[in-house]
């Protein structure tokens, strides 16, 4: 068949009239590796049998695809079976007699990736089956759909399989499927950034591991508008700073791991990707370790893959002390910065380098000293800077008008690049704009601003549904809610034990979830919920559902610090008196000693409610909000500072569980 991205790929009549050998070999030829191990011709001798056996005499048109490929999880699907209106993905597990919990939530993956990313299956009935080559008997049925239309995976046994796709083709409604058609038809991912980082450092485009929507193609005009500016700076010789703006979860960080990855091995132009932020860092070098690791079968040791790893996506902090240590230009000439807007402003790098590195002469804000570090290049140098707006959750975060400053004062021969939406104002770039305009080194380019969020695959109103509930424009939330909660569950609940079943029973096969709470949240640890224990964001996104320290367990809740740029599939968001409606405004506080504080700094106030804004657009599937019913015995949780924000979330719409 034509443009699948299958190995294999034929009608079940032409597959049964082909010699096994064969079938092996045009295998062999598109796996882009070709070494393959002996094990793997042997499984697939053993599944071609299995599957030429439950496929003879099937009475309606079929279809099948081997080895189909899915980006977003970066593996392949065993077999796919398209017969009459039903889709019926198949993973076998060669030699095993017991089905395993990995392998049923493997099963469910493919199920929920074709449901949800793959284009002609989004209205098709799909019937997973998990088949253990070694086992005496599986499952007598198939269990009831969930809404979507996928059904939980079905274990069989070998001789078994023939009877779970006939029974599927008899309790399945629908028109026929075309499989050419469904062989060549798009697969739209939305990737969490975990799996794009692992995509990507994998050899994978961009293109590949996303939506082919309007949103999609938005993020990929805006790597290509990156890409040729880069190569416009090299071959003129210039240095340019260049700002890609973005909603939250559009993909700005996609975007910067994008260009990285592409030019990993390009020498001169070769891009390093920078962050900030400590746990994103540590997440992904950790996420690509450990997929290389696996990818290699262990022919390498895992520290030396990560000494690979980590000139790749580095801590910017420690980009930053090497150009204090060392007055030589860096060794790159491209460098990407994720969430720019967070540099540490003058008086906190100034004060970090007088306590930490005995530097008491040190007067320039973060931004400005990269830019000095990256202007030691006698020819050309380009910085990306990814900006997101209403981000900044620290002390000390200049703001990307920091950036600009240092431009216009000290690095005139600088050309800026800009989205025109930097100017908006959650941004606070816009009097540094204006004022850099008459300089005639600025370009506005539209296509450097992603106006469309991917996180929540979805739906992709959910950041401004959170932007209009923050902002306190009831009617504006309300709107938006009701465009959202048609395909993301928005919940809220006084019940925590109901919110942690609720979020469970959510979830199908890998689904992450967990649960969130904002760092100021000091008086939740009557619900066992302490935000001063620190949690490993290692453990908490990367660990197996058996380990108590990972998100599963929905025992260790992560801040803002320790989410922010990173997802789950479905969140559960708690709401402390930190942040709290009185009289149809928000009002900040601090729990110090044995009581709450008004937080009047404005500074402060605009972190804690982007704290908020971070948890609530942390979820990608769907999210359900504890706020606690208070009690009235306790001075520090009393109802009244809990009342009225679990009634503006209903007034606003929120469904109450």
Known sequence: MRGTSAYYSASVQAFLATPFDEVIGRLTMADPHRALESTQKLAWAEELQLLREALSGLDVEAALFLEFDVPRLGSRIDAVVIAGPVVIPVEFKCGEKVFTTAGYNQAWDYGLDLKNFHLASHKAPIFPVLVATRARSGDAGWETPHVDGVRPPRKVAPRELRQAIADALRDANGPVIDADSWGRSPYQPTPTIVEAARALYSRHSVQAITRNDAGAKNLQI?????????????????????YVTGVPG?????????????????????????????????????ALTRDEYRRQNGAMRKGAIRQQVKPFIQNVHHFRDDGVRDPAAPGDHVVIFDEAQRAWNREKTADFMKRRKGRADFDQSESEFLISYLDRHDAWAVIVCLVGGGQEIHTGEAGISAWLDAVARRFPHWRTYLSPDLSAS???????????????????????????????????????????LLDCDEEGARDMLREVVARYPVIATRDLALAKQWIRDQARGSEQYGLVASSQALRLKPHAIDVRVSVDPIHWFLGDPEDTRSSYYLEDAATEFQVQGLEVDWACVTWDADLRRIDGQWRYHAFRGDAWTNVKQRDRQRYLLNAYRVLLTRARQGMVIFVPPGDRRDPTRLPGFYDETFGYLRDVGVPVL
């Open 222 to 242: 805006t790597s290509g508008t990156v890409e040729e500016i880069i190569e416009r700076s090299r071959e003129n010789r210039e240095k340019a700073i260049i």
């Open 426 to 468: 959650e941004y606070g770039a816009g009097t540094s704009i204006a004022e850099m305009s008459a300089s005639g080194h600025l370009v506005q380019d539209q296509r450097l601003h992603l106006s469309t969020s991917m996180r929540s695959f979805r739906s992709e109103k959910v950041s401004a549904f959170v932007k209009a």
């Open 250 to 286: 559009a993909g700005k960080t996609l975007v910067g791991l994008n260009v990285a990855t592409q030019r990993r091995d390009f020498g001169e132009t070769r891009a390093v990707f920078l962050s900030g932020n400590g746990p994103l860092v540590a997440v992904l070098q950790e």
